[in-house]
């Protein structure tokens, strides 16, 4: 995993370079191209896991001196790809030396062949074009940002801030954030700085100054998912086990140590099982607890260890107080820099950091729920595509109801059914401030429609899907790429550290997606067919255990110890935030947590994390 920045006409060195270090603390290079009258630089920070010699040195030139790649990410099947490479000599063994000279081979588009992880530039010297891309489930983040015949790329928003000096948030992303709790690709938060789609290409031409997209991955895969309702349940847990082994084993190939995030969960559990089959060596694993946990489930560290101990691996651990909750929001929100409303985003940076005091690349168990359905919400899904069909006689029922818990489920059911369509339902479902919340919140007028999700939403071909299936392809190609997984490789990249994820492996994916929402949920049990999977590797009582993640004491601290010190913050002394959102509104907001009244703990984080955001970023310009 790497850091990548490039730019036309407009020159950088070394300093901008270095403010993504911390993605490739081991090596770096910059390299500028006179191309006509513009002039073209490509930057790299190198984080060595594949081929630590020099051969793997970037930005690196294709074997005719036509292509030059800047590149971060990981092609499983690299080796496959250079099977089909003639009459070449290799310098070295990266996978970074086969996918330059594939493209410049095969052409731009073939990167659809590539099985991993990524986010790219390439340089087509010939031809006077630059082309990005990444990967179809956005695993590694590329932004841009484009004005006139200046055009700058990164796989940070930091470079290109210092490149453009000028910080501006877009109110409508800012609507669709406090709506989702993320932006969707292809907005950030910030006015004009844009980032790709999961699975797209786009070209700049270099003459004429015009960005355009070519193509997405997705584009043609997502309305060919086709469920496949004949296929029996042996069947498809024979296919799974076969293609998780096969994915796991190519995930492991470096030249480095690899461990594994372990949860207190089946998915890092399964993964963990699995690649101790492949380790030379006792594999490492690692945790992180919560002081102030209230019971087990804001707590995994004692599942953790047992599985460890099941499994045999040399297991770490580390616990965050809640003391320290704020600070370690503002060091995760220096490298996260789109914020979002997830409160174990700053979790993941801490055991990012404990991880890579003995690791250089870790193995997460994301995308699993996604794909298998594990969240309560398609249960709630499954319920609705019911609901649906009685929608009228169901919201007029509503009408003569009042609700005494502001978070029960029933009014969940009203608000989402309040959508005119599927999609806005999808939107309602998801909602963290409803419309009639935002009126009240947002101190200035905006249009309070979410559109972002549309672009994925209608590739999908619903006729034979229900709601959960389409609930799940959504989720895998929207709020994965751009919350979970993007907070995800930002956090392991600011310790240095490369996380890898199997069940997003290409191969797996295209198994999930044909199994019926019927294997899926299950006797009411969510990810049945995994969990029939994990039997052949796992003891039951793991297998069975409740569903956890990165849980955590969250509405007590909300409610009880940053009490204080979030009055003190937002409210008592003036604050950016205020420009946006009310200051009434965060009080109440804040005495509806201390009243136990609110009990969503998303509203709280999604604005603290913004005001963190504005706290950070509007002088990072400056600086």
């Known amino acids: ?330 060091q995760s929100m220096y490298f996260l820099e789109e914020p979002n409303g997830t409160a174990a985003t700053f979790a993941q940076y801490e055991i990012a950091k404990l991880a890579s005091r003995y690791v250089k690349v870790a193995l997460a168990g994301q995308g699993a729920d996604e794909i298998f359905m594990g969240y309560k919400r398609y249960k709630f899904a499954k319920m609705l595509n019911f609901l649906i069909k009685f929608k009228n006689i169901i919201l007029l029922l509503s009408s003569f109801l009042k609700f005494k818990d502001e978070n029960s489920l029933l009014k969940r059911i009203f608000y989402a059914l309040k959508g005119k369509n599927l999609y806005e339902i999808f939107i309602n479902t998801f909602s963290v401030f409803t419309k009639e919340e935002l009126k009240k919140l947002l101190n200035f007028k905006e249009n309070l429609e979410v559109l972002d999700l549309r672009y994925f939403f209608d590739l999908i071909d619903k006729k034979e899907k229900n709601f959960a299936e389409i609930m799940s392809i959504l989720d895998t190609y929207t709020w994965l790429p751009d919350e979970l997984l993007l907070y995800g490789d930002k956090m392991t990249m600011a310790a240095s550290l490369e996380m890898r994820v199997p069940f997003l492996d290409n191969e797996i994916v295209d198994v999930v997606e044909k199994i019926p929402v019927e294997l899926k949920i299950k006797n009411n049990q969510n990810k049945y067919i995994l969990k029939k999977l994990a039997l052949k590797y796992l003891p039951k009582e793991i297998v069975y255990r409740k569903k956890r993640g990165f849980n955590m004491p969250i509405l007590k601290w909300l409610s009880e110890d940053l009490q204080d010190e979030l009055r003190r913050r937002f409210i008592y002394n003036p604050h950016p935030i205020h420009k946006f959102i009310k200051k009434k509104a965060i009080e109440e907001l804040l005495d509806n947590y201390k009243n136990k009244k609110e009990l969503d703990h998303r509203k709280g984080v999604v604005l603290i994390h913004f005001g963190t955001f504005l706290e950070i970023f509007m002088d990072f310009v400056n600086f």
């Open 1 to 330: 995993m790497c850091g990548i920045l490039g730019s036309v006409n407009i020159k950088f060195d070394k300093k901008v370079l270095d403010v993504i270090k911390h993605r490739g603390p081991d090596d770096w290079g910059i390299t500028h191209v006179k191309i006509g009258n513009n002039d073209i630089y490509f930057g790299h920070r190198r984080l060595s896991i594949l081929d630590l010699s020099p051969a793997g040195h970037q930005p690196m030139y294709s074997y005719d001196k036509n292509f030059l790649i800047v590149y971060n990410g990981e092609i499983y099947n690299h080796l496959d790809l250079r099977k089909n490479i003639k009459n070449i000599t290799f310098r070295g063994h990266s996978d970074t030396e086969t996918i330059v000279n594939y493209l410049s081979l095969f052409g731009i588009e073939k990167f659809v062949d590539f099985n991993g992880i990524f986010a790219f530039a390439v340089l087509d010297i010939k031809n006077k074009k630059i082309y990005l891309a990444r990967d179809r489930f956005g695993v590694k983040p590329l932004y841009y940002w484009h004005e006139g015949n200046n055009f700058i790329f990164s796989s940070e928003i930091k470079p290109i801030l210092k490149l453009i000096q000028n910080f501006e948030v877009d109110k409508k992303a800012l609507v669709t954030y406090l709506t989702l709790r993320y932006n969707p690709s292809p907005k950030t938060l910030l006015k004009n700085i844009c980032k790709l789609l999961p699975g797209e290409l786009l070209e700049y031409d270099i003459e004429t100054g015009t960005l355009k997209k070519l193509f997405n991955i997705n584009e043609k895969r997502i309305p060919q998912i086709k469920i496949d309702r004949n296929k029996n349940e042996d069947y498809w847990i024979d296919l799974l086990s076969e293609k998780l082994e096969e994915a796991v084993y190519r995930q492991m190939l470096s030249d480095v140590e690899v461990g594994v995030f372990l949860s207190g969960g089946l998915d890092s559990a399964l993964i963990t099982a699995i690649a101790s089959k492949y380790t030379k060596n006792k594999l490492k694993t690692f945790c992180i607890g919560f002081e102030g946990a209230q019971n087990e489930m804001e707590d995994e560290r004692e599942d953790a260890r047992k599985t460890a101990k099941i499994i045999g691996t040399e297991h770490y651990e580390k616990v965050v107080k809640a003391k320290s909750y704020l600070e370690f929001v503002k």
